[in-house]
């Protein structure tokens, strides 16, 4: 008998297989365990329609699933570390904690156990981690493990540059303010030293 797969099965193969298969096994297993329909005209035609409209939703869901690979890949996240001599880290950073951050960022919907990560992260630096998304796409997350107050040393940095730009600007302002002031005052004073002549003086 000629019989479709309806769904994958370990021994016969995956769906949407056409096979010729005892009529026993078929009407007695197969076809009653959900495994398999009868290979007509009809079926087939009904087959390759469901086929046409599974192939729209696994292209729709490969392609959100793109989406999110790209949004990943542009994600680096950050863990700072307590470390010891040869700056050898304390711990280690784990999937979950990956996890946890990517949730923080507003990844709710990914699955932790996607996140392949043969061993913790146990050294200082930049790692490239897979998260396996829907059929078979992949993203890469950057993760960077830095020594604890590195991070908040750089914004300390960052800060002071700008209290010192900000502290120069004024010191300019104060500078341009004075100098006005200064022009206003000379302006001033020639205006006072002016001589008005006199009209009732005869011009001898």
Known sequence: MKIILKKEHEILGDEGQILNVKNGYARNYLI????ATIANESNLKSFEEIKKQRAKKVQKLV??????????????????????????????VTSQMIFDRLVEKGFENLDRKKIILKEAIKSLGEHEVEVKLQHSVVALIKVNVVKENSASE????VKSDELKSE??????????????????????????????PDENKVTE
């Open 32 to 35: 009653p365990k959900g495994y």
């Open 63 to 92: 392609d959100e699933a793109q989406k999110i690979s790209s949004a990943l890949s542009s994600n680096v996240i950050t863990f700072e570390m307590k470390t010891g001599e040869e700056d050898k880290i304390f711990g280690s």
């Open 154 to 157: 750089e914004t300390a940095e």
């Open 167 to 196: 502290a120069v600007a004024e010191s300019n302002d104060e500078n341009i303010s004075e100098t006005k002031e200064e022009a206003e005052a000379v302006e001033n004073k020639d205006e006072s030293e002016v001589v008005t």
